[in-house]
């Protein structure tokens, strides 16, 4: 169960820390965001104890170079509920740093990659009819992540990308899709999509970004 509410960690740090979108680019240029993200588990026994997850975060984006930004990122996820057998209350916390390159700059379409390093403490207590037992866990996972921003005009942008992470004794494996929507010249709201190969998790979440 802890590699479930880990993988849900690492969704919303991809979530959040992997807004890249649109042609004026806030791949390249400084900002902020902050978002919350609903996953539906995609293990039986979790979800049997809590079928909707959610989770809160923000980043922060800064240019060290014309083609590489780095990320400054910090989760929060829970889990709570009750089967017929036992009754789980777990939390997870994350902070992490990136480096996220890209090729074409201001492009209709640019490509990017991702690297980041994430440090994801979790909190998970059960509770039975015969027994109790709280158990904490801490982690330093590696994501990596591809992508690419295509512009569709009107100051939308589209955005699939794939990511890997090092959850547990295996690797994770994630696609998701943004739409970004600038409302001005500093801020856009993105609704996002993700799915987890393994666990089969399917989330939701929903972005503010703010240029600074």
Do not use: C
Request: hydrophobic share 40%; proline share 3%; no cysteine.
């Amino acid at each position: 169960m802890n590699k479930t509410i880990l993988s849900l960690g690492v969704f919303a740090v991809a979530a959040l820390g992997g807004v890249h979108a649109h042609a004026r680019g806030l791949l390249g240029e400084r900002y902020v965001n902050a978002g919350v993200a609903v996953t539906r588990p995609g293990n039986d026994e979790v979800e049997e104890i809590d079928d909707t997850i959610v989770g809160y975060g923000a980043s922060f984006n800064l240019p060290v170079q014309r083609n590489m930004d780095v990320e400054l990122f910090a989760s929060h996820s829970e889990l709570d509920g009750e089967s017929d057998v036992v009754a789980v209350d777990a939390e997870q916390t994350d902070f992490g740093a990136g480096l996220v390159g890209h090729v074409s700059p201001g492009q209709k379409a640019d490509p990017w990659v991702s690297v980041r390093l994430i440090y994801a403490e979790s909190e998970t207590s059960f509770e039975s009819a015969t027994r109790s037992l709280d158990e904490d866990d801490s982690k330093t996972i590696v994501s990596v992540g591809t992508g690419v921003q295509m512009d569709l005009g009107h100051d939308f942008i589209v955005s699939p990308d794939i990511n890997i992470s090092d959850v547990g004794d295996a690797a994770n494996v994630s696609i998701g899709v943004s739409l970004n929507k600038w409302l001005n010249q500093r801020i856009s709201l993105q609704p996002m999509l993700n799915y987890d190969l393994d666990e089969e998790d399917f989330s939701a979440g929903f972005f503010v970004n703010v240029s600074l």
